[in-house]
Each structure stands twice: as structure tokens, then as C-alpha cells.
């Protein structure tokens, strides 16, 4: 396996990265590949390359992409308030550096498996109680715009036989290590990360709006799941919606004073945030994962497992900001 990973010096990169070298012996190469430098405490093996670069600049994706690319992991993006301030950043590394990845994994080898991480963002307007993987997209952000013009690329390369893709729809991820970033829903993870270092956060939505989250454990699961699944099972539009749980503000923040006590709710403040708000209503808040679950995805069982997951991991390890 030669294997390339875009996006990955991040938090979600570098779990993926190392969950691939611990379940995969025969591993080649890895080439983490981020507009930044792998921190050198993660290059683990002398399989691993942390390679700086500009994946909205073709020419130098062709140097990187060859014939002997087994796999490659799309997690570079900007994120989704970020996109919506930055419009043109956003279609550019969203979209442009999308566009060039297939191109040059068509160019290198059409047997490369791509697997493009997409969000919940591609869905808007008024969706029904619960979705599924029928439900139509209807972006109501430039970030859920630029994600879904990306996810019908890959399904045409691989309609195509240009390239052997997948697009897998993350929910929100929760809960993420090291420090706020400008996704629309960095609070998500924020309101139990920041007071459990006791540290204020503020929570920009209703407490009661529900949220589609999952574990990172569980996502970085579902993504190399999605890596080996025979490309007989992706008849048809090849995107999946990752499973997740239906979970609220308030419920975590519940789940939080059991385990502080009371008082931690002072480090919790309520200001709305009308921007933030609009966004994250405008996502599915539950999911009809039968048929994922069906082809071998797994999914978190409540929040407090996922809390209790996240604080055995900050006790064995370092938090990546």
C-alpha cells in the first residue's frame, strides 16, 4: 500500500495516520501532504513522508501522485465559516484542489482508491425529521456548495472508471482535541473541551438544536472502512453518510456535570451567534443509517461513551492544537 493523505498534519490527518500504520503491515509509504510540516513527534516509522505543499497547484500534485498510489485520503479543506468569509479561498482549496486531485489520479493510476471526506453541509432547506442516503442535496453555505459540486466529480470519475472513489459525509466530530478552529461548529466540542481544562466556552445555538455528531475514533474507523470496501458494494452513487448520534448542547453539558459537578455550567456562557446559528440549523439533526451499518460502518452508542473515550485519550496522549 502507497498511500497519501492531504490535510494530514491536522488532528483528524494524524489519528487516520496512525491508526493506518498500526492496522496495515504492509504499508509502503505514507506521504502526509499539508500546506504545513508533519510535527515530528507523528513521523513514527520511516514509512512516513511529511510533505509541504499547494494542493491547488496541479504541477505540483504530479509530483506526488504516481502509478504506485495504492490510496489516497482527501481531508483537506477549508472550513465552513471560514469558506463562507472567504469566498474565493474557499472555492479554491474546496473545490480547485479537488478538481486537480482526480485529474491527477486519473493521470497516475484509475485503480487509486480516492476517498473524499464530504460534511453535512451539502444538505439545506427544509429537510425531513430524519434523512438518508436518497435525500437531496441542498446547501445552505458556500462550504456545503463547494463540498457538493466535489462530491458529484468524484462520482462522475468513478461512473467514469477514471479513478475507484468514495465521498464519505462526516458528521460533526466530537470531541476534538486542542483548540478552537473556524468550522461553525467548533463549539460543539468546545463547550466540554475548554471547561474541562477550565477554560470558558460559549455555545452560539439554542441548547436544545440537535446535532449529528460522532467520535473521532469511530470516524477514523468509518474512513478506512471505506478504504476497503470492494468496489461491488458501491454500485450507484458512491457516497455515504457516515453514521452518527443525535445529541444536543444541552444533553452534553448534562453528561459534563455528572462528571464536575454543577459549577462547571459558570465557565458556560449563552451569547448567540446568529452566523454560527443559521449554519448548524441548516444540517440534518438525525440520520437513516440502515444501509451503512448494513455495509459494515459503526456508529457511537450516546455521548457519554464518547466523553468517557475522549478523557482515557487525553490521559495516554499529548492534545494536538
Known sequence: MNIIITGG???????????????????????????????????????????????????????????????????????????????????LVNLKATENLLECCRQANPNIRFVFSSSLAVFGGKLPAQID????????????????????????????????????????????????????SSFVSGIIREPLKQQASNCPVDVDLPLWVSSPNSVIKNIIHASQLDSKQLSGFRTVNLPGLKTSAKEMLACLVKLKGQSVLELISYEKDESVARIVASWPQSMNNEKELALGFVKDTDFNSILTAYLETQKQSKPIT
Open 9 to 91: 498534519a491536522g488532528f483528524l490527518g494524524s489519528e487516520l495516520l496512525n491508526s493506518l500504520l498500526q492496522q496495515f503491515p504492509n504499508i509502503e509509504t505514507v506521504k502526509v501532504v499539508d500546506r504545513i510540516k508533519l510535527d515530528s513527534h507523528l513521523v513514527t516509522s520511516n514509512k512516513v513522508h511529511s510533505i509541504v505543499a499547494d494542493i491547488t497547484d496541479k504541477a505540483e500534485l504530479e509530483n506526488i501522485i504516481d502509478k504506485d498510489t495504492t490510496h489516497l485520503f482527501h481531508l483537506a479543506a477549508i472550513v465552513s465559516s471560514h469558506a463562507e468569509q472567504d469566498f474565493e479561498l474557499g472555492m
Open 133 to 184: 442516503y436518497m435525500t437531496a442535496m441542498q446547501p445552505s453555505s458556500s462550504y456545503g456548495t463547494q463540498k457538493a459540486i466535489c462530491e458529484l466529480l468524484v462520482n462522475d470519475y468513478a461512473r467514469k472508471g477514471f479513478v475507484d472513489a468514495i465521498t464519505v459525509r462526516l458528521p460533526t466530530i466530537c470531541i476534538r482535541p486542542g483548540v478552537p478552529n473556524k468550522a461553525a
